[in-house]
């Protein structure tokens, strides 16, 4: 199913974009992620929200996870920046490149987006180590 979806979210159409985007997170499979990931860049601002919150659903704290996030806490819009702290800080992401964004987002002009920041740096840098990268999502049966 990932495998038919996944091409949608390079659509014309904006709202079969947002679509692909809500169906590959309900699908909740690790192979869902790059779609997702790419999802992050989509102009459509609502593309890109559900793109981070569905990233923070999944729980998966892969790189390439962290680095989409870490790449949307500079997003143009401030409900997609809030989003994408939000999901750093409910996966408990505690990487050099977590923090710093995190630490830049705390100046951010959006005073929802710095006072969300101050609170998940605080924990981020409370982390002894960074976590294990691990994906998570639905087994197939063997």
Known sequence: MVAEVAPL????????????????????????????????????EQVRLRA????MRQGDTSDETLAALVHAVGDR??????????????LKASTDAVRAAL???????????ADRARIALKKASAEPKAKAPRAKGKKKAE
Do not use: C, M
């Open 9 to 44: 979210v390079a659509d014309p159409e904006v709202e079969v974009r947002r679509g692909a985007v809500n169906l590959l997170d309900a699908l909740g499979s690790p192979a869902a992620l790059p779609p997702i990931h790419q999802a992050l860049t989509d102009t459509d």
């Open 103 to 113: 630490g830049e987002a705390t100046r951010d002009d959006d005073t929802k987006v």
């Open 77 to 90: 819009a401030p409900r997609v920046r809030r989003a994408a702290v939000d999901a750093l800080n409910k």
């Open 52 to 55: 981070a919150e569905a990233l």
